[in-house]
Structure formats: structure tokens, C-alpha cells
């Protein structure tokens, strides 16, 4: 396993791979962050007036990146000293609840989506088509929602063998990351035993569910500056872009 023509793609034990999305494979993670910090900023504007104090890059890092959406708002929510209820998963967008807030996101985050596109990382897409030639099995592990029309409209689709994302996250029950039932529903779906898999995490909460879970190789991608808290949390290896685990044997 992992061997591609001359390259070496991942450790010999590695039989699948199980990619985050927003941040590995594409770049809408800056999206996210965009629509988290208007949904936010509004919520706290309207709650503390103009002297509020506004979300951050750092916000987003600590408290939502990787996490589901409504354990993103709670854990936002709860670092400023303000509790909702948590209401129902169909609240509408304006619903002073944990779910309207979160469905407010995401309506935003559709809208931003659709006026930017969706773009794959070219490094993402250069380990990925090197991966499926090294015969390696592929699936996305994300909490998103949107997973299934971020991957189409990315065009990656055609890569992945499984997909589990957050609407297969609240469907099952699973924990969110940082637990590992995520991945480790992901690494059922493609019939590999934890240690046969390698995750791939740009989220401090999803290489620490990756670790959390017994992975046998867990790839840490530093896109926002954090290689030292990513390899805290459990990487054994962190990179700033996957076409970087590409390298020539020797």
C-alpha cells in the first residue's frame, strides 16, 4: 500500500484515507469563517449594542473549526458568558435558540458559496489523485452539512468511496470531533480497521479525535499558523499542504 509510480503516498500500513474537507481538501474553511464571524457579530451587535466586542480568527480556531454546528455556537456562546436554549434542528434562522443561530450560518454561508464558489486546494488534488492510483481507499469525514454539494461543486466527488458528514453525524448520533466516532464511522464505511487508516485534519478538535481514535497515521494540514498546537493535539506529521507528503523514495 501507499505506493504510487515513485512516490511514496503514506506509511506501508495505510489501506484508506479520511479527509476533513473545509480546509484539506477545499478552501472553505475561510468561508466558514466569514459566514461564522457575520452570524456572530450581528447576534452580539444586536445583544451588547455597538461596543460589543467582535468574533475572531482566533474564535473560530478555538471554539467552532471542525466541531459540529451546533457545538461550534455553544462553544462560542459559552466562552462570552451567554447561554440559549438549544432549541430544535429545524429552527428558523431567526430563532433566538442554539440551531437558529447555527441555521443563520449556514444560510449565510450558502449565500457567500454560491456568490465565491468552491475551490480545491491544487496540492489536495494532486495527493488525492495519488492516493486512488495507489489503489487507496477515500472518504470525507466532516461536520459540515453541506458536504455533499461542497464535494460536487469542488468537482471531488468521483474520489471519495464514503462520505460522513453532518447530516450522517445527526442522523447515527455520533459525538462530534474532537471524539472520534466520525472517523471512526468513516473507517467502518470503508471496511478498514483504525489503525489501517490515516486522517487528514487541519482542525486542532479533528486531529485530536483522530489521535482519540486510534489512527494508525494522523496528517495535520497548517493553513492558519498553528504546526505547534497541531502536533499537540495528537499529528504525527504537519504539513502545509498535502502535495508536501508527495516526496520521491530513495
Known amino acids: 500500500m501507499g505506493q504510487s509510480g515513485q512516490r511514496r503516498v503514506a506509511p506501508e500500513r495505510i489501506a484508506a484515507c479520511l479527509f476533513d474537507l473545509d480546509g484539506v481538501l477545499t478552501s472553505t474553511a ?9 452570524t456572530f457579530d450581528a447576534f452580539l451587535r444586536e445583544r451588547e449594542g455597538e461596543d460589543f466586542s467582535p468574533f475572531t480568527e482566533d474564535d ?21 458568558g451567554i447561554s440559549l436554549p438549544d432549541g430544535q434542528h ?36 494532486r495527493y488525492l489523485e495519488a492516493a486512488r492510483d495507489a ?16 464535494l460536487d461543486a469542488a ?15 445527526a442522523e447515527q ?13 468513516g473507517a467502518r464505511a470503508l471496511g478498514v480497521a483504525p489503525a489501517e487508516a490515516a486522517v487528514f485534519e487541519d482542525a486542532l478538535a479533528g486531529v485530536q479525535a483522530g489521535r482519540a481514535g486510534g ?23 504537519v504539513v502545509q499542504d498535502l502535495a508536501d507528503l508527495l516526496v520521491a523514495d530513495r
Open 155 to 169: 468537482g471531488l466527488s468521483s474520489f471519495v468511496r464514503a462520505r460522513v458528514d453532518g447530516l450522517v453525524i
Open 173 to 185: 448520533n455520533l459525538r462530534g470531533k474532537p471524539e472520534p466516532d466520525s472517523f471512526l464511522a
Open 90 to 125: 429545524d429552527d428558523p434562522p431567526a430563532a433566538e435558540t442554539v440551531h437558529g443561530l447555527g441555521n443563520r450560518k449556514n444560510r449565510t454561508l450558502q449565500t457567500i458559496i454560491r456568490e465565491r464558489g468552491v475551490t480545491p486546494y491544487p496540492g489536495s488534488v
Open 215 to 237: 489512527f494508525g497515521w494522523v496528517v495535520g494540514v497548517d493553513r492558519t499558523h498553528q504546526a505547534e498546537e497541531l502536533r499537540a493535539h495528537g499529528a504525527d506529521v
Open 60 to 80: 473560530y480556531l478555538e471554539h467552532v473549526d471542525g466541531r459540529p454546528r451546533a457545538d461550534g455556537v455553544r462553544q462560542f456562546l459559552a466562552s462570552r
Open 30 to 38: 475561510v468561508q466558514h469563517m466569514a459566514a461564522w464571524k457575520e
Open 135 to 150: 489503489g487507496l481507499a477515500i472518504g470525507v469525514v466532516t461536520s459540515s452539512e453541506n458536504g455533499a454539494s461542497v
